[in-house]
């Protein structure tokens, strides 16, 4: 009794220690979390308690990317309305929208552009959400992506373009929407790439019609 007594009395002192600085942050991580596995009532809760809508974990990750990532399309209305930083980004340039974009969750994608989210934000390596969709082969999201203005031609720090991801790895949809998109169809990358060259090293027959026929040499 006298071990549960002494173990009863620090946790209570513990407790009465705790700085109100504390309490917040155990509010923000939790908020955080339950944003992440889509738990609308909880958040809406920590956010009646003033939970920090915009509190980032160690890698930077915010709810709304969370969310995002995920797919919770209510949960992200939810964070937008409590005016979560719709371009806050984690600690490698990341974005909501482009979680959303390269998980090809359309319904989330429509939900933060519409509240302006940055469609030509790029991550540290120089990666776009276009790149990252296109990539993927969502070509339903590049074609949002690319409506709301997306730069069709933006280039990876190794000069690659979401035309040539996308013909590297086959995603004829994808190929035909950014090329309608008006990309350049002859870009080169750092070491000389083509769109063409890519789709033809890994035999996409399919795309590298789709190529030639926008006049790729």
């Not at 990532?69 to 209305?77: A, C, D, I, L």
Request: with cysteine.
């Amino acid at each position: 009794m006298i071990g549960l007594w002494k173990y009863q009395h620090i946790l209570s002192i513990l407790l009465f220690c705790a700085s109100p600085g504390t309490w917040a942050n155990m509010g923000d991580s939790d908020l955080i979390t339950a944003a992440g596995n889509g738990n609308v009532s909880r958040v809406k809760a920590l956010l009646a308690t003033k939970a920090n809508v915009n509190a980032k974990t160690d890698n930077g990750t915010t709810a709304l990317i969370a969310a995002s990532q995920n797919g919770y399309e209510e949960m992200v209305k939810v964070l937008i309305e409590a005016k979560a930083d719709i371009n806050a980004k984690t600690s490698n340039g990341t974005t909501a929208l482009m979680q959303a974009s390269q998980k090809g969750h359309r319904e989330v994608v429509r939900e933060l552009l519409a509240a302006k989210a940055d469609v030509n934000a790029r991550r540290g390596d120089g990666a776009t959400v276009l790149m990252q969709a296109s990539q993927e082969g969502h070509s339903q999201i590049v074609q949002m992506l690319l409506a709301a203005g997306a730069d069709v031609n933006a280039r990876l720090d190794n000069g690659a373009t979401a035309l040539m991801l996308a013909s590297q790895i086959g995603h004829a949809g994808v190929v035909q929407t950014l090329l309608a998109g008006k990309a350049d169809v002859n870009a080169k990358a750092g070491n000389g790439a083509t769109a063409l060259m890519l789709a033809s090293k890994y035999r996409h027959q399919g795309v590298e019609k789709l190529l030639k026929e926008a006049g790729a040499k």
